[in-house]
């Protein structure tokens, strides 16, 4: 394998086995929640203190959880490679930045984040958000929302992702479904670019056959396996 740059895509499967559930597996959070109520403008506009007790329960979990082997080992990565990989990831969740990353994308935002609607400032969040608390920037103070991407929504820092991949010779999706774009599409950029694509997940994943080459296993041991090889290969 050519050491050149890296792009790396996560969604909910590698946070899987810290003891986060993901979206669409069987017992997943899309089982539980209506997607309507709880990640669309929308339903934020119908019952907001809804949508704050689905977000703040996920806040509270996030502290009893720890990063794993798969997020440790990105990070080991990039310790290596410095400026040479990045993270680009749909979780909302901080253990990439826990396990020692420091090159993450939130393209779907943050859960320890809270920002107001009308100047989109984001501000440090960690504790329950309400319907009472409001921004601190505005001459009218607006109620913060959560700092998540909802559905119909833009994801965020698309010009940073576009750009990475651009440069990228090594393309990495792991744990994501493929049911949502465009973290979805990213594959064909990096394909585009001539980048070697793999995918590394518990299954098949909708897009699985637009990648060059594929692992299939649990991630804390296939990605752990995969950063050995590559750490390996250049030595
Ligand atoms: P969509 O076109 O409304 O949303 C996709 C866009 O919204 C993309 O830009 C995506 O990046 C962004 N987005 C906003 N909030 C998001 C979030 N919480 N998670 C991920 N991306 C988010 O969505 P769609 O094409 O109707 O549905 C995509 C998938 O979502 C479907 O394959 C299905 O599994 C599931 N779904 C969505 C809805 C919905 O209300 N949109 C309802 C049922 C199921
Ligand atoms: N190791 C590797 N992969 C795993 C593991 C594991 N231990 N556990 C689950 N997976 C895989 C599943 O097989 C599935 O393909 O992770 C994937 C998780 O898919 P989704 O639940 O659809 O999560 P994701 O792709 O991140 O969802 C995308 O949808 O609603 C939104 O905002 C949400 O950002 C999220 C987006």
Redesign the pocket.
Known sequence: MRKGNIVILT????S??SGIR????SD?L?EEHH?EDV?TPEGYQRDPELVHRFYNARRTLLQTVNPNAAHFALARLEAEWPGQVTVVT??IDDLHERAGSNTVLHM?GELLKARCPHSNQTIDWTGPLHTTDLCHCCQFPEPLRPHVVWFGEMPLLLDRIYHALSEASLFIA???????YP?AGLVHEAAMHNAHTIE????P?QVNNHFDEHRYG???R?VADYVDELLGAQK
């Open positions: 969604g909910a499967g590698i899987a086995e993901t979206f669409r597996a997943g899309w997607i990640a749909q979780n779907h792991i744990g994501t479904s493929g049911n949502v973290a590394i997940n518990l299954e994943s649990p991630a804390t296939k």
